[in-house]
């Protein structure tokens, strides 16, 4: 398409959070672009065996819609990847929300024009709209990092991202398979891998925490006593940092014996409730002493579950506090390593080099593979942003203004970009508090931002660079009030080599977080400029 259309509204994303922006926005004239060929974002793209959310579902589910929550059944306590691409197709169904998203049609290009206060947004199929506002629902997760390793080319096998698995699967039978990274992707991935292929070899740069998901059929009296209390329990959960009804303890490691301690630890290892172990002891992620303790606790159970010892020893992280990356959640991953088909391959002391003809070379070894899977993340927070050549006032381009990593006054707007609202924005809580209802939540704030700029006849919102390193400051202090800043994760942006950028995630909790938005919202949109 080659003319140029006009909108008030551009949302960019059609995953759970820019589905829910269009049914809100919906009295408003709205386009949602989708790089995807679906709806779901996340649970589109990321379709590899495994793939599961590490959330219970009654609890990672739209609030907004009291009939969807108690209608809608999720078969399993966490959902798998296919469950809830099922949910969110149909809630898109439900809501009437397809005709206003064009699939398969991401943004490539956006420039602000600053004497008629409108966005001019371009697309991969060439769509042009002129626009007042554009939401960018991009995810925080959405941007595959795949290494710059040489040889891609000459690999006469199937190389495969896990953020962009094939939509009809793949068949492993008789395959040699060589999986890159051990974070939560490929610590899912792994167990499911191992039993499908015929070998499976798997290069561990740095290793992870993980706990027992505790996966089972959803319970009938949970699914009940959630239905019969779902305002209430949304309620708590927002009250809560996390945004989750996880029991926190309030008690300090230090106040335990040895005994009580180690205790608690296993009832939070077996309680089937993901992200419980870091949540035992109240200053688990600002004492390191108390941090070591559910350390060792963690290898002592590597170690138990994994019976050849130099396997175990290589499996125990030993360089990070434990929650100060995002802990992984696994079904059966330390068990897949007493298969007779599967090898651990230390990449930190023998980095992966390239790509060679028949599979792939490090500085010690070569290794045949038919199908190298790469689990090697996100550029996350940023990354779907800069990805798209973005143009504020002035002709400043937002990769320029983010070169030393992102800011954003609340993480909402950026200083120079009027009228472009992020949801999950860098320096918001991201994947510290439960995303499917924060998404809702800041929807719902800048919905209410629209609302009051329309009218109070405003045609422009932008921030200060002061406000914007107001916001940083907050971020930065409350991460080095905890053990966060001594892991390398997507986090901190250190998991790309090269990319530069401090802490990333906003760490006070939610319920702090979003009385600081109310608070500068009421308090005549401080730290923005409307004009
Ligand atoms: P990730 O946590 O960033 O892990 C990427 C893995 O690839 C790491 O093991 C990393 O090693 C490795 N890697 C990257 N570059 C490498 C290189 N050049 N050489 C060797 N190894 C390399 O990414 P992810 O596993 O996709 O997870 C990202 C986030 O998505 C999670 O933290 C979580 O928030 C979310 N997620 C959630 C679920 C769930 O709900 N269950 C599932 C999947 C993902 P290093 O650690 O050494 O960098």
């Not at 907004?64 to 399993?76: A, C, K, M, V």
């Not at 499996?315 to 599967?342: H, M, Q, S, W």
């Amino acid at each position: 398409m080659s003319d140029i259309e006009t909108a008030d509204i551009v949302i960019i994303g059609a995953g759970f959070s820019g589905l829910y922006a269009l049914h809100k926005l919906r009295d408003h004239d709205v386009i949602c672009f989708e790089a995807g060929a679906g709806v779901g974002g996340t649970w589109y793209w990321n379709r590899y065996p495994g793939a599961r959310v590490d959330i219970p579902s009654m609890e990672y589910s739209y609030s907004f819609d009291d009939d969807l929550q108690q209608e809608w059944r999720w078969p399993e306590m966490f959902s798998a990847q296919p469950e809830l691409e099922r949910y969110v197709n149909h809630v898109a169904d439900r809501f009437a929300l397809r005709d206003r998203i064009r699939l398969s049609n991401g943004v490539e290009r956006m420039r602000f024009d600053e004497t008629a206060n409108r966005w001019h947004v371009h697309t991969v199929k060439g769509d042009h709209v002129v626009c007042k506002y554009v939401v960018a629902a991009t995810g925080a997760l959405s941007a595959p990092n795949s290494p710059p390793w040489p040889g891609r080319e000459r690999f006469q096998g199937e190389i495969l991202h896990t953020a962009a698995w094939p939509t009809d699967g793949i068949d492993l039978t008789g395959k040699r398979v060589g999986l890159i990274g051990t974070g939560s992707t490929g610590i899912q991935l792994a167990p499911l891998l191992a039993e499908q292929a015929e070998h499976l070899t798997i290069f561990q740069r740095t290793p992870a925490f993980s706990m027992p998901s505790g996966n089972r059929p959803m319970d009938p009296e949970h699914e009940r006593e959630w239905k019969e209390n779902y305002p209430e329990r949304r309620q708590k959960m927002l009250q809560s940092p996390g945004v989750s009804l996880l029991e926190r303890s309030s008690v300090a490691c230090s106040e335990y014996s040895e005994e009580e301690r180690q205790q608690l630890l296993e009832e939070a290892w077996t309680s089937q409730s993901a992200f419980q172990l870091l949540l035992t002891f109240s200053d688990i992620m600002t004492n390191k002493e108390a941090n070591d303790v559910v350390c060792e606790f963690v290898r002592g159970k590597i170690r138990s579950i994994v019976k050849d010892p130099a396997t175990a020893d290589l499996l125990c992280p030993k360089t990070y506090p434990i929650g100060a990356k995002r802990l992984c959640i696994d079904n059966g991953y330390f068990e897949t390593f007493n298969r007779d088909n599967v090898a651990l391959v230390d990449a930190k002391s023998a980095p992966i080099v390239e790509f060679t003809e028949t599979g792939l070379r490090t500085t010690e070894a070569d290794y045949d593979l038919d199908i190298v899977v790469t689990a090697t993340g996100f550029d996350a927070i940023t990354g779907a942003m800069t990805r798209i050549d973005i143009e504020g006032i002035d002709g400043r381009k937002l990769t320029d203004k983010w070169a030393d990593g992102p800011t954003a006054w609340l993480g909402l707007v950026v200083a120079g970009f009027p009228n472009l609202l992020m949801i999950h924005g860098p320096l918001t809580p991201g994947a510290q508090a439960q995303m499917l209802m924060v998404g809702e939540w800041q929807v719902n704030l800048v919905a209410d931002i629209i609302a009051s700029l329309e009218r109070d006849g405003y045609s422009r919102i932008d921030t200060t660079e002061e406000a914007e390193g107001w916001w940083a400051e907050e971020v930065d202090m409350l991460s080095r009030n905890t053990l966060h800043s001594l892991a390398d994760s997507w986090y901190n942006a250190k998991n790309i080599e090269g990319k530069r950028g401090g802490f990333m995630i906003y760490v006070g909790g939610f319920p702090r977080f979003a009385q600081l938005n109310e608070e500068a919202i009421g308090n005549d949109f401080k730290g923005f400029v409307r004009s």
